[in-house]
T-cell receptor, first 115, second 116 residues
Framework: KAGVTQTPRYLIKTRGQQVTLSCSPISGHRSVSWYQQTPGQGLQFLFEYFSETQRNKGNFPGRFSGRQFSNSRSEMNVSTLELGDSALYLC??????????????FGPGTRLTVL | AQSVTQLGSHVSVSEGALVLLRCNYSSSVPPYLFWYVQYPNQGLQLLLKYTTGATLVKGINGFEAEFKKSETSFHLTKPSAHMSDAAEYFCAVRTFGGTSYGKLTFGQGTILTVHP
């Protein structure tokens, strides 16, 4: 099976712009979670989508949003970019069940730099 | 709410020496515990996980971890370090249901350096 793919791998934007990142999960996985990784704050949970519905959300401002399509692919959007949004954005896919077999598998990440 | 503490942001060992990376968790319900590894400019790779059953779990690349409920610990070990083990390691905890859907809570990470 192909792994989790994220596009683009690298992005450079300027303050005030908006950006959209894409994540394609492992085939058959219905859950996609997004994380932000920074040197100062570490890995922080943004949100999770399952069957096109957001089931959980972390403590991030409303500038961070996401969606999921019927084929389970997910996008996250950050509007009005700030310098502090520079980070590695990781998505993870899983089956989305509540059982012990549910494990998250991560993509390579998108490195966003805000100038 | 759950939390994870990794003791030691940097660990340095010699090639062939024992690797021990410490992880303590806090959770109000039985947790599922994970170790992930991250190589530079890459995503996270699952090393091993504990869900239920046997408390000593074996993972990839010779790593293993033991779940100790009484100590709320899930330390990662490898008997003999290899140069290729140099990376950053993350311990994570997950519970299910309620507001925990799809959410892993990570420790701050431990950078492992392996000296020849």
């Amino acid at each position: 099976k192909a792994g989790v793919t994220q596009t683009p791998r690298y992005l450079i934007k300027t303050r005030g712009q908006q950006v959209t990142l894409s994540c394609s999960p492992i085939s058959g996985h219905r859950s996609v979670s997004w994380y932000q990784q920074t040197p100062g704050q570490g890995l922080q949970f943004l949100f999770e989508y399952f069957s096109e519905t957001q089931r959980n959300k972390g403590n991030f401002p409303g500038r961070f949003s996401g969606r999921q399509f019927s084929n389970s692919r997910s996008e996250m959007n950050v509007s009005t970019l700030e310098l502090g949004d520079s980070a590695l954005y990781l998505c993870a896919s899983s089956q989305g069940t509540t059982g012990s077999t549910d494990t998250q598998y991560f993509g390579p990440g998108t490195r966003l730099t805000v100038l | 709410a759950q939390s994870v503490t990794q003791l030691g942001s940097h660990v340095s060992v010699s090639e062939g020496a024992l690797v021990l990376l410490r992880c303590n968790y806090s959770s109000s319900v039985p947790p599922y515990l994970f170790w992930y590894v991250q190589y530079p400019n890459q995503g996270l790779q699952l090393l091993l996980k504990y869900t239920t059953g046997a408390t000593l779990v074996k993972g990839i690349n010779g790593f293993e971890a033991e779940f100790k409920k009484s100590e709320t610990s899930f330390h990662l070990t490898k008997p003999s370090a290899h140069m290729s083990d140099a990376a950053e390691y993350f311990c994570a905890v997950r519970t299910f249901g309620g507001t925990s859907y799809g959410k892993l809570t990570f420790g701050q990470g431990t950078i492992l350096t392996v000296h020849p």
